[in-house]
């Protein structure tokens, strides 16, 4: 009985010190992620960044996406959704960050589309169509070809202008930005320069309802 | 002499039960020690780090269920499965300090089993705790076979 008890005790400390450490370490990590977006604040938007919605609107949802990342084609149509709920309210400014194989060949291809001002439109298409060129044992970004048809966009131009060197240089831009924000996974998000510490739509609407109420 | 009954407590049961105890209490930690660097941290385990977890795990279960009741046939189970996962800890030690050279390797997305991802104080890595944890593991296991296996 008595060694009963003393396993079960300290099974339950060692469990409640696993808790303890990863609660601290947790609080901890959201400082210092706090701390790194207000000092790096520069590097959250750049003046060739895409953005969404009302210009005017004083609450920016700033996200950090890899169009070949399941989770961001997921999170995407909520994206939109916070936006409509608190229409001309809120913004959103996208960031690449290609870090599956095959991605920065699509972030040429949205980059591309954008001169056409056909952005918006090719990124719903890429989102719709990943599971067909994003698999991730063999990505074939090229396939997303087959899939940009209904977008409009002028193929052979789009073709054409995502070899210019100025896209490599944005996407090693954002990369780098991305980096110096500490932003390790996508999607990552930051709202009005507040990173979103703990994942998830809960913790995300949360975060742009507080914005909002400051704001307005 | 007699042949030990499965299940039955061993003569000096009770220093006997401490040390299988003590080999639980280090599993465990070690097992919550290296979810806590991945799950909590973040840090992605090596090729070599995911062996060496293979054959932590399972020793909590073992030694948890050869305690109650003592069952010295238990050290049959846990010992090999302590010395499997000590070759690889030692393995990865040398290969981290830089004793046996790393094969080169593609780029990948992969962990490098060489990069150093956490130095506690300086100087505690995580292939020396595993090494130490293992040899702890060994050593005490050995003393309960010795005491209870005349």
Same mark, same amino acid.
């Given at each position: 009985?008595?060694?009963?008890?003393?396993?079960?005790?300290?099974?339950?400390?060692?469990? $409640?010190?696993?808790?303890?450490?990863?609660?601290?370490?947790?609080?901890?990590?959201? +400082?210092?992620?706090?701390?790194?977006?207000?000092? +790096?604040?520069?590097?959250?938007?750049?003046?060739?960044?895409?953005?969404?919605? /009302?210009?005017?609107?004083?609450?920016?949802?700033?996200?950090?996406?890899?169009?070949?990342?399941?989770?961001?084609?997921?999170?995407?149509?909520?994206?939109?959704?916070?936006?409509?709920?608190?229409?001309?309210?809120?913004?959103?400014?996208?960031?690449?960050?290609?870090?599956?194989?095959?991605?920065?060949?699509?972030? &040429?291809?949205?980059?591309?589309?954008?001169?056409?001002?056909?952005?918006?439109?090719?990124?719903? $298409?890429?989102?719709?169509?990943?599971?067909?060129?994003?698999?991730?044992?063999?990505?074939?970004?090229?396939?997303?070809?087959?899939?940009?048809? &209904?977008?409009?966009? /002028?193929?052979?131009? $789009?073709?054409?202008?995502? &070899?210019?060197?100025?896209?490599?240089?944005?996407?090693?831009? /954002?990369?780098?930005?991305? &980096?110096?924000?500490?932003?390790?996974?996508?999607?990552?998000?930051?709202?009005?320069?507040?990173?979103?510490?703990?994942?998830?739509?809960?913790?995300?609407?949360?975060?742009?309802?507080?914005?909002?109420?400051?704001?307005? | 002499?007699?042949? @030990?009954?499965?299940?039955?407590?061993?003569?000096?049961?009770?220093?006997?039960?401490?040390?299988?105890?003590?080999?639980?209490?280090?599993?465990?930690?070690?097992?919550?020690?290296?979810?806590?660097?991945?799950?909590?941290?973040? *840090?992605? @385990?090596?090729?070599?780090?995911?062996?060496?977890? *293979?054959?932590?795990?399972?020793?909590?279960?073992?030694?948890?269920?050869?305690?109650? @009741?003592?069952?010295?046939?238990?050290?049959? %189970?846990?010992?090999?499965?302590?010395?499997?996962?000590?070759?690889?800890?030692? %393995?990865?030690?040398?290969?981290?300090?830089? %004793?046996? @050279?790393?094969?080169?390797?593609?780029?990948?997305?992969?962990?490098?089993? #060489?990069?150093?991802?956490?130095? =506690?104080?300086?100087?505690?890595? *995580?292939?020396? =705790?595993? *090494?130490?944890? %293992?040899? #702890?593991?060994?050593?005490? =296991?050995?003393?309960?076979?010795?005491? #209870?296996?005349?």
């Amino acid at each position: 009985m008595k060694k009963t008890f003393m396993v079960a005790t300290a099974g339950v400390l060692l469990v $409640a010190a696993f808790i303890i450490a990863a609660f601290l370490y947790n609080t901890q990590k959201a +400082n210092d992620l706090s701390n790194t977006a207000y000092q +790096n604040a520069e590097f959250l938007v750049r003046d060739y960044s895409p953005t969404k919605g /009302d210009p005017g609107a004083k609450v920016t949802i700033i996200e950090f996406f890899d169009p070949a990342c399941e989770t961001c084609r997921v999170f995407y149509p909520f994206v939109e959704q916070l936006m409509e709920a608190n229409s001309g309210q809120v913004n959103l400014v996208l960031r690449y960050t290609p870090l599956h194989d095959g991605s920065d060949y699509v972030v &040429r291809i949205l980059e591309a589309a954008r001169l056409q001002g056909k952005f918006w439109e090719t990124l719903e $298409a890429v989102f719709t169509s990943q599971p067909a060129w994003a698999s991730h044992g063999q990505p074939q970004p090229e396939k997303l070809w087959m899939y940009l048809g &209904r977008t409009g966009l /002028d193929i052979e131009k $789009a073709r054409k202008d995502m &070899r210019s060197p100025e896209i490599t240089d944005r996407i090693r831009q /954002d990369i780098s930005d991305a &980096r110096q924000l500490k932003v390790s996974k996508t999607p990552g998000f930051f709202v009005n320069g507040k990173p979103l510490v703990q994942f998830g739509y809960e913790q995300l609407q949360a975060l742009v309802e507080s914005e909002v109420r400051n704001q307005y | 002499m007699k042949e @030990p009954v499965f299940g039955q407590p061993a003569a000096d049961g009770q220093s006997a039960w401490v040390l299988i105890f003590a080999c639980w209490l280090l599993a465990s930690s070690a097992t919550l020690g290296s979810l806590f660097f991945s799950e909590v941290m973040g *840090i992605l @385990p090596c090729v070599l780090c995911w062996y060496q977890r *293979i054959f932590m795990y399972p020793l909590v279960v073992i030694l948890l269920a050869g305690m109650f @009741p003592l069952d010295r046939n238990v050290v049959r %189970y846990a010992l090999p499965i302590a010395v499997i996962g000590w070759g690889f800890a030692v %393995y990865h030690y040398f290969l981290y300090r830089g %004793y046996i @050279p790393e094969g080169l390797q593609p780029c990948g997305q992969g962990v490098s089993c #060489t990069e150093i991802n956490l130095e =506690l104080f300086g100087f505690i890595t *995580i292939p020396m =705790l595993s *090494i130490l944890t %293992y040899t #702890t593991l060994i050593a005490l =296991l050995s003393a309960f076979l010795k005491r #209870t296996h005349r």
